[in-house]
């Protein structure tokens, strides 16, 4: 169960309360990357991919909840700080969806023109059927320009608003379902949150407008 005391604003949180988060992430998301699984409901297993390495290239692909705290810079100073010296981008528009990225074109052109060992694909929860639906069309359509580059997709899960907070479940299986649809690394975000409530029940990491993430 997901512990949901006051989470937007969180009391008496234990310092340190930012390793915990940055914890949880890595421990699952490193072996998620490596491959898929029949049951959407747990995340696949295995190696980091090789592919990862020092030097890779990275674009990010979604909206302000990517864009919220310079999500694409934190990946670059993680890189730098182990010493991978990775080239990250973003291709980041308030609000879209991947249909909405694809409608613009600036995406596509981001991706044609160099090359990407991983594209980061995020949008809303999409935790309904018919957005649901709408990630896993899209998310594939540009799945065939990545594969075309020389990369990989990687579905970036993120979490619903705080005021559906029971639907983390449903938000995780529209990721997983997308990444599994074309074999694409699944990053479920969401899930380190619900990790970290776990021991942390007063993370404050919904910000004010209990959607954005806090820092």
Same mark, same amino acid.
């Given at each position: 169960?997901?512990?949901?005391?006051?989470?937007?604003?969180?009391?008496?949180?234990?310092?340190?309360?930012?390793?915990?988060?940055?914890?949880?992430?890595?421990?699952?998301?490193?072996?998620?990357?490596?491959?898929?699984?029949?049951?959407?409901?747990?995340?696949?297993?295995?190696?980091?991919?090789?592919?990862?390495?020092?030097?890779?290239?990275? *674009?990010?692909?979604?909206?302000?909840?990517?864009?919220?705290?310079? *999500?694409?810079?934190?990946?670059?100073?993680?890189?730098?700080?182990?010493? *991978?010296?990775?080239?990250?981008?973003?291709?980041?528009?308030?609000?879209?969806?991947?249909?909405?990225?694809?409608?613009?074109?600036?995406?596509?052109?981001?991706?044609?023109?160099?090359?990407?060992?991983?594209?980061?694909?995020?949008?809303? @929860?999409?935790?309904?059927?018919?957005?649901?639906?709408?990630?896993?069309?899209?998310?594939?359509?540009?799945?065939?320009?990545?594969?075309?580059?020389?990369?990989?997709?990687?579905?970036?899960?993120?979490?619903?608003?705080?005021?559906?907070?029971?639907?983390?479940?449903?938000?995780?299986?529209?990721?997983?379902?997308?990444?599994?649809?074309?074999?694409?690394?699944?990053?479920?975000?969401?899930?380190?949150?619900?990790?970290?409530?776990?021991?942390?029940?007063? *993370? @404050?990491?919904?910000?004010?407008?209990?959607?954005?993430?806090?820092?």
């Amino acid at each position: 169960m997901v512990a949901t005391g006051n989470i937007s604003r969180g009391k008496g949180v234990r310092h340190g309360w930012r390793t915990t988060v940055l914890a949880r992430y890595l421990a699952l998301v490193l072996p998620a990357c490596a491959g898929s699984s029949a049951d959407v409901t747990s995340p696949p297993s295995g190696s980091p991919p090789a592919g990862l390495g020092r030097g890779a290239r990275v *674009l990010f692909i979604g909206n302000s909840l990517t864009a919220g705290n310079d *999500l694409p810079g934190m990946v670059r100073s993680l890189a730098e700080a182990a010493g *991978l010296d990775w080239h990250v981008e973003a291709e980041l528009h308030g609000g879209a969806g991947l249909q909405q990225h694809w409608e613009r074109g600036r995406a596509q052109a981001r991706i044609r023109a160099e090359r990407w060992d991983a594209v980061v694909l995020q949008q809303g @929860p999409s935790s309904l059927p018919d957005s649901r639906e709408n990630l896993r069309r899209w998310a594939g359509e540009f799945d065939l320009l990545v594969r075309e580059a020389g990369g990989r997709s990687a579905l970036y899960m993120v979490w619903p608003e705080s005021g559906r907070i029971a639907w983390f479940d449903r938000v995780r299986d529209s990721y997983a379902l997308a990444a599994r649809d074309f074999q694409g690394w699944f990053l479920p975000a969401g899930d380190s949150w619900r990790a970290a409530w776990a021991e942390e029940p007063e *993370l @404050p990491l919904y910000g004010s407008d209990g959607f954005h993430p806090t820092p």
